[in-house]
Protein backbone atom coordinates (compact mmCIF):
# COMPACT_ATOMS: atom_id res chain seq x y z
CA UNK A 1 0.00 0.00 0.00
CA UNK A 2 0.98 3.41 -1.07
CA UNK A 3 1.23 6.68 0.77
CA UNK A 4 -0.89 7.54 -2.24
CA UNK A 5 -3.29 4.98 -1.30
CA UNK A 6 -5.78 5.90 1.43
CA UNK A 7 -7.88 2.58 1.32
CA UNK A 8 -7.17 -0.69 0.30
CA UNK A 9 -8.60 -4.34 -0.24
CA UNK A 10 -7.52 -7.54 -0.89
CA UNK A 11 -9.61 -10.20 -1.68
CA UNK A 12 -11.89 -8.85 -0.45
CA UNK A 13 -14.85 -11.39 -0.27
CA UNK A 14 -19.00 -12.17 1.34
CA UNK A 15 -20.72 -15.36 1.40
CA UNK A 16 -24.75 -15.69 1.94
CA UNK A 17 -24.65 -18.86 2.82
CA UNK A 18 -23.01 -20.64 -0.44
CA UNK A 19 -23.76 -17.58 -2.93
CA UNK A 20 -20.56 -15.18 -3.18
CA UNK A 21 -22.23 -11.54 -3.07
CA UNK A 22 -19.03 -9.93 -3.50
CA UNK A 23 -15.59 -12.95 -4.76
CA UNK A 24 -12.30 -11.23 -4.42
CA UNK A 25 -12.68 -7.86 -5.00
CA UNK A 26 -8.98 -5.75 -5.12
CA UNK A 27 -9.72 -1.99 -5.06
CA UNK A 28 -7.34 0.75 -4.61
CA UNK A 29 -8.65 4.19 -3.72
CA UNK A 30 -6.19 7.36 -4.28
CA UNK A 31 -6.06 10.29 -1.72
CA UNK A 32 -7.90 13.24 -2.70
CA UNK A 33 -9.68 11.42 -5.09
CA UNK A 34 -13.34 10.56 -6.22
CA UNK A 35 -13.15 6.90 -6.77
CA UNK A 36 -16.67 5.44 -7.91
CA UNK A 37 -18.26 1.68 -8.00
CA UNK A 38 -20.46 1.04 -10.38
CA UNK A 39 -22.10 -1.95 -11.93
CA UNK A 40 -25.38 -3.64 -12.97
CA UNK A 41 -28.17 -4.48 -10.79
CA UNK A 42 -26.74 -7.18 -8.55
CA UNK A 43 -23.19 -6.99 -9.73
CA UNK A 44 -22.22 -6.26 -5.81
CA UNK A 45 -21.48 -2.83 -5.29
CA UNK A 46 -23.50 -1.81 -2.15
CA UNK A 47 -22.20 -5.03 -0.63
CA UNK A 48 -18.82 -4.19 -1.21
CA UNK A 49 -19.91 -0.61 0.03
CA UNK A 50 -21.21 -1.89 3.04
CA UNK A 51 -17.90 -4.15 3.98
CA UNK A 52 -15.27 -0.98 3.33
CA UNK A 53 -17.82 0.70 5.51
CA UNK A 54 -17.54 -1.86 8.40
CA UNK A 55 -21.47 -2.54 8.56
CA UNK A 56 -20.79 -6.02 6.90
CA UNK A 57 -17.97 -8.05 8.10
CA UNK A 58 -15.54 -10.43 5.59
CA UNK A 59 -15.70 -13.83 4.80
CA UNK A 60 -12.36 -13.60 3.56
CA UNK A 61 -9.63 -10.64 2.33
CA UNK A 62 -8.77 -7.85 4.00
CA UNK A 63 -9.20 -3.92 4.24
CA UNK A 64 -6.28 -1.17 5.23
CA UNK A 65 -6.95 2.19 5.76
CA UNK A 66 -3.66 4.45 5.69
CA UNK A 67 -1.61 1.80 6.59
CA UNK A 68 -3.95 -0.07 9.20
CA UNK A 69 -5.36 -3.04 8.95
CA UNK A 70 -9.38 -2.31 9.61
CA UNK A 71 -10.64 -5.59 8.64
CA UNK A 72 -12.27 -6.24 12.26
CA UNK A 73 -13.01 -3.23 12.97
CA UNK A 74 -16.82 -2.04 13.91
CA UNK A 75 -18.38 1.30 12.19
CA UNK A 76 -17.77 3.00 15.25
CA UNK A 77 -13.98 2.70 15.34
CA UNK A 78 -13.59 3.81 11.48
CA UNK A 79 -15.58 6.58 12.13
CA UNK A 80 -12.79 7.88 14.47
CA UNK A 81 -10.34 6.92 12.08
CA UNK A 82 -12.47 10.13 9.48
CA UNK A 83 -14.57 7.37 7.16
CA UNK A 84 -18.03 8.62 7.35
CA UNK A 85 -20.97 7.26 5.13
CA UNK A 86 -23.72 8.60 3.70
CA UNK A 87 -27.05 6.37 2.89
CA UNK A 88 -29.22 6.07 0.52
CA UNK A 89 -32.23 7.34 2.05
CA UNK A 90 -31.58 10.74 4.35
CA UNK A 91 -30.08 9.68 7.70
CA UNK A 92 -31.09 13.59 9.46
CA UNK A 93 -33.43 14.14 12.57
CA UNK A 94 -36.65 15.17 10.83
CA UNK A 95 -38.62 17.53 14.20
CA UNK A 96 -35.30 19.22 14.98
CA UNK A 97 -33.83 22.01 12.55
CA UNK A 98 -32.00 22.70 10.35
CA UNK A 99 -28.79 24.28 12.40
CA UNK A 100 -29.66 22.12 14.93
CA UNK A 101 -29.14 18.92 12.78
CA UNK A 102 -25.63 20.43 11.99
CA UNK A 103 -24.77 21.52 15.34
CA UNK A 104 -25.32 18.26 17.08
CA UNK A 105 -22.31 16.86 14.46
CA UNK A 106 -20.32 19.51 15.18
CA UNK A 107 -20.46 18.67 19.49
CA UNK A 108 -19.22 15.17 18.42
CA UNK A 109 -15.74 16.36 18.70
CA UNK A 110 -15.97 19.08 21.34
CA UNK A 111 -16.79 15.90 23.87
CA UNK A 112 -20.48 17.46 23.90
CA UNK A 113 -21.89 15.44 21.95
CA UNK A 114 -24.67 14.44 24.28
CA UNK A 115 -24.61 17.62 26.71
CA UNK A 116 -27.89 18.46 26.03
CA UNK A 117 -28.26 20.28 29.35
CA UNK A 118 -25.49 21.99 29.02
CA UNK A 119 -25.91 25.95 29.02
CA UNK A 120 -26.38 27.64 25.61
CA UNK A 121 -23.13 29.75 25.91
CA UNK A 122 -21.43 26.76 24.89
CA UNK A 123 -23.40 25.62 22.21
CA UNK A 124 -23.37 29.26 20.95
CA UNK A 125 -19.51 29.02 20.12
CA UNK A 126 -20.46 26.81 17.54
CA UNK A 127 -23.17 28.96 15.62
CA UNK A 128 -20.29 30.28 13.29
CA UNK A 129 -19.35 27.18 11.98
CA UNK A 130 -23.14 26.02 12.08
CA UNK A 131 -23.77 28.97 9.29
CA UNK A 132 -20.53 28.27 7.44
CA UNK A 133 -21.49 25.04 6.57
CA UNK A 134 -25.05 25.71 6.02
CA UNK A 135 -23.90 28.31 3.68
CA UNK A 136 -21.46 25.72 1.96
CA UNK A 137 -24.21 23.47 0.65
CA UNK A 138 -27.48 26.21 -0.26
CA UNK A 139 -29.73 26.12 3.46
CA UNK A 140 -28.59 29.28 4.88
CA UNK A 141 -31.65 30.76 4.26
CA UNK A 142 -33.54 27.42 5.83
CA UNK A 143 -31.68 27.57 8.91
CA UNK A 144 -34.22 27.88 11.39
CA UNK A 145 -37.09 25.35 9.37
CA UNK A 146 -37.56 21.89 10.70
CA UNK A 147 -35.65 19.46 8.60
CA UNK A 148 -38.86 17.65 8.03
CA UNK A 149 -40.23 21.13 6.13
CA UNK A 150 -37.06 20.31 3.49
CA UNK A 151 -37.16 18.99 -0.04
CA UNK A 152 -35.95 15.51 -0.40
CA UNK A 153 -32.67 17.40 -2.18
CA UNK A 154 -32.30 19.69 0.28
CA UNK A 155 -32.12 16.96 2.97
CA UNK A 156 -29.80 15.25 1.20
CA UNK A 157 -27.71 18.76 1.45
CA UNK A 158 -27.84 18.76 4.91
CA UNK A 159 -26.93 15.08 5.36
CA UNK A 160 -23.59 16.63 3.79
CA UNK A 161 -23.59 19.60 5.92
CA UNK A 162 -23.69 16.58 8.78
CA UNK A 163 -21.17 14.87 7.50
CA UNK A 164 -18.67 18.18 6.72
CA UNK A 165 -19.27 18.94 10.44
CA UNK A 166 -17.44 15.76 10.96
CA UNK A 167 -14.51 16.63 9.26
CA UNK A 168 -14.15 13.30 7.29
CA UNK A 169 -10.73 12.04 5.90
CA UNK A 170 -12.89 9.86 3.24
CA UNK A 171 -16.44 10.36 2.79
CA UNK A 172 -18.48 7.26 1.16
CA UNK A 173 -21.72 8.27 -0.51
CA UNK A 174 -24.14 5.60 -1.25
CA UNK A 175 -26.00 6.48 -4.43
CA UNK A 176 -26.49 10.20 -3.37
CA UNK A 177 -28.81 11.22 -6.05
CA UNK A 178 -30.52 8.20 -5.74
CA UNK A 179 -34.61 9.95 -5.63
CA UNK A 180 -33.62 13.05 -7.02
CA UNK A 181 -34.77 15.39 -9.91
CA UNK A 182 -32.98 16.72 -12.55
CA UNK A 183 -32.33 20.17 -10.58
CA UNK A 184 -31.26 18.69 -7.39
CA UNK A 185 -28.80 16.45 -9.09
CA UNK A 186 -27.24 19.05 -10.58
CA UNK A 187 -27.28 20.63 -7.00
CA UNK A 188 -25.82 17.94 -5.72
CA UNK A 189 -23.08 17.34 -8.19
CA UNK A 190 -21.84 21.02 -7.75
CA UNK A 191 -21.89 20.31 -4.25
CA UNK A 192 -19.57 17.52 -4.72
CA UNK A 193 -17.43 19.40 -6.50
CA UNK A 194 -17.28 21.91 -4.29
CA UNK A 195 -16.19 19.91 -1.18
CA UNK A 196 -13.98 17.44 -2.94
CA UNK A 197 -10.63 19.53 -2.44
CA UNK A 198 -8.30 17.72 0.55
CA UNK A 199 -10.77 14.75 0.67
CA UNK A 200 -11.18 11.63 -0.46
CA UNK A 201 -14.89 10.85 -1.79
CA UNK A 202 -15.32 6.69 -2.39
CA UNK A 203 -19.43 6.49 -4.29
CA UNK A 204 -21.46 4.01 -5.32
CA UNK A 205 -23.66 5.93 -7.79
CA UNK A 206 -26.10 4.23 -10.70
CA UNK A 207 -26.24 7.56 -12.10
CA UNK A 208 -23.47 7.51 -15.48
CA UNK A 209 -23.18 10.64 -16.24
CA UNK A 210 -22.40 11.97 -12.94
CA UNK A 211 -20.09 9.32 -12.42
CA UNK A 212 -18.43 10.82 -16.38
CA UNK A 213 -18.86 14.22 -14.88
CA UNK A 214 -17.36 13.69 -11.29
CA UNK A 215 -15.06 10.63 -11.38
CA UNK A 216 -11.48 10.74 -11.21
CA UNK A 217 -11.47 6.82 -11.32
CA UNK A 218 -13.84 3.75 -11.98
CA UNK A 219 -14.39 -0.05 -10.47
CA UNK A 220 -16.96 -1.29 -12.78
CA UNK A 221 -18.59 -4.70 -11.06
CA UNK A 222 -20.31 -7.97 -12.59
CA UNK A 223 -21.49 -10.37 -10.72
CA UNK A 224 -19.40 -9.46 -7.58
CA UNK A 225 -15.55 -9.85 -8.75
CA UNK A 226 -14.24 -6.68 -10.47
CA UNK A 227 -14.76 -6.43 -14.53
CA UNK A 228 -12.68 -3.52 -15.50
CA UNK A 229 -11.15 -0.35 -14.36
CA UNK A 230 -10.25 3.19 -15.06
CA UNK A 231 -10.72 6.74 -16.01
CA UNK A 232 -14.39 7.00 -17.89
CA UNK A 233 -13.25 7.08 -21.47
CA UNK A 234 -11.51 3.89 -21.21
CA UNK A 235 -14.42 2.01 -19.25
CA UNK A 236 -16.99 3.61 -21.59
CA UNK A 237 -14.92 1.67 -24.55
CA UNK A 238 -15.04 -1.90 -22.86
CA UNK A 239 -16.30 -4.11 -24.90
CA UNK A 240 -16.98 -6.13 -21.34
CA UNK A 241 -18.34 -3.30 -19.45
CA UNK A 242 -20.96 -3.17 -22.58
CA UNK A 243 -22.42 -6.42 -22.56
CA UNK A 244 -22.49 -6.00 -18.75
CA UNK A 245 -24.71 -3.35 -19.42
CA UNK A 246 -26.73 -5.53 -21.28
CA UNK A 247 -25.33 -4.26 -24.99
CA UNK A 248 -26.29 -0.56 -24.53
CA UNK A 249 -24.44 2.27 -24.76
CA UNK A 250 -22.82 3.46 -21.10
CA UNK A 251 -22.73 6.90 -22.54
Known amino acids: MTTDTIIQTRGLTKRFGGFAAVNGVDLDVARHSLHALIGPNGAGKTTVFNLVSKFLAPSEGTITYNGQDITREKPAQVARRGMVRSFQISAIFPRMT ?12 T ?12 LTALEDRVDELLTSVGLIEWRNRTATELSYGRKRALEFATTLALDPELMLLDEPMAGLGQEDVHRISDLIRQIRPNRTILMVEHNLAVVADLADRITVLARGEVLAEGDYESIAANDAVIEAYIGGDID
Not at 98 to 106: D, T
Not at 111 to 122: I, Q, T
Open 111 to 122: GFSFSFWRGEKV
Open 98 to 109: VAENVRIALQRP
